[in-house]
């Protein structure tokens, strides 16, 4: 189980072992489910590709290893614990071709019109108003020609069996919690692609996945945000000592299982279609965010 304390005051998630180990997994797995549709989107030997919002990196030695020869990738986090984890990983695995840097999602300084491919992971969830914001900056960092691929969970759609209903509770209390805190749109991955659509992008692709994970090992992201839920007022002493023994209850559980949804969509700036206007602060159903004025 892990020991956490989520002191970030912009974003729940802590960044323990176990945490870490949660990340890689996941990204194992969209590597084996996404990595036809990231090739589609140009993540290939030579490419230009920046992750935005890289968290503890999880993602970066498989993109390292699509872009060589030639290639690079650059990730971006604004949390300098991940930037600090994703560097010493990328350090440890002699990624030549990769740099990590904190940064803000919507105001990276980065070059416009300056990456072939552009990757945000499971970071729109949480952004509540700053979505759209988030997608329009990336769409204007991309060439023309250039691909943004978003990937988040529909957290309305994860299934269980063989869960203990402490677990539950605590998934559901997290969801609260992210909701009232954050503003966060817990389904948002479904609506990917009109996020894309409002950034002026082409949609070429959807797709959706779900990651089956057995036994379920802990409380994930949840767990790792129980003293930020403490302190916000959405659990008390008893709820996390509940939550403690349906967790340890359903590990011990060889049968228990959780279905994880992803949601996949990528969209093309146009190859004539001039340089991207990024209107701040509009959301992603109102006209002019990151519009591409017609050729
Ligand atoms: C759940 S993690 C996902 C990390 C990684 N993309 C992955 O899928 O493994 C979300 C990350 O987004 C980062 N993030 C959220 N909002 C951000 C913003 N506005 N600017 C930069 N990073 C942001 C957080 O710090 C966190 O590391």
């Known amino acids: 189980m892990p020991k956490g304390l989520a002191d970030s005051e912009e974003y729940a998630l802590r960044l323990s072992a176990e945490e870490i180990r949660r990340y890689r997994s996941k990204a194992e797995h969209a590597a084996r489910t996404e990595g036809a549709a990231w090739a589609d989107c140009g993540v290939n030997p030579g490419a230009r590709v920046l992750d935005l919002g890289c968290g503890p990196g999880a993602i970066l030695p498989d993109l390292a290893a699509r872009v060589s020869p030639g290639g690079l990738v650059v990730g971006i986090d604004q949390d300098p614990d991940a930037v600090a984890t994703a560097a010493a990983l990328a350090q440890e695995a002699r990624l030549a071709n990769v740099s990590v840097r904190q940064g803000s999602a919507t105001r990276t300084g980065l070059d416009?019109?300056?990456?072939?491919?552009?990757?945000?992971?499971?970071?729109?969830?949480?952004?509540?108003?700053?979505?759209?914001?988030?997608?329009?900056?990336?769409?204007?960092?991309?060439?023309?020609?250039?691909?943004?691929?978003?990937?988040?969970?529909?957290?309305?759609?994860?299934?269980?069996?063989?869960?203990?209903?402490?677990?539950v509770d605590l998934y559901r209390r997290?969801?609260?919690?992210?909701?009232?805190?954050?503003?966060?749109?817990?389904?948002?991955?479904?609506?990917?692609?009109?996020?894309?659509?409002?950034?002026?992008?082409?949609?070429?692709?959807?797709?959706?996945?779900?990651?089956?994970?057995?036994?379920?090992?802990?409380?994930?992201?949840?767990?790792?945000?129980?003293?930020?839920m403490a302190q916000a007022g959405f659990a008390s002493a008893d709820d996390v000592d509940?939550?403690?023994?349906?967790?340890?209850?359903?590990?011990?559980?060889?049968?228990?299982?959780?279905?994880?949804?992803?949601?996949?969509?990528?969209?093309?700036?146009?190859?004539?279609?001039?340089?991207?206007?990024?209107?701040?602060?509009?959301?992603?159903?109102?006209?002019?965010q990151g519009r591409i004025p017609s050729p």
């Open 242 to 288: 509940l939550w403690e023994k349906a967790s340890s209850r359903t590990a011990a559980n060889p049968d228990s299982v959780v279905f994880v949804p992803t949601f996949s969509a990528a969209g093309r700036r146009r190859e004539h279609g001039g340089t991207v206007e990024v209107i701040e602060d509009t959301e992603p159903a109102s006209a002019g």
């Open 112 to 167: 416009p019109d300056s990456f072939d491919v552009i990757m945000i992971r499971n970071v729109l969830v949480h952004a509540g108003q700053q979505a759209g914001k988030i997608v329009g900056h990336a769409a204007s960092l991309l060439r023309p020609g250039g691909c943004l691929y978003l990937a988040d969970i529909d957290g309305t759609a994860v299934r269980w069996d063989a869960v203990d209903s402490g677990l």
């Open 174 to 228: 997290f969801e609260d919690f992210l909701v009232a805190t954050r503003g966060a749109d817990l389904s948002i991955g479904p609506k990917l692609g009109s996020y894309l659509r409002a950034a002026g992008l082409d949609v070429f692709m959807r797709q959706a996945f779900y990651q089956v994970v057995n036994p379920v090992p802990d409380g994930g992201a949840p767990w790792a945000a129980r003293d930020a």
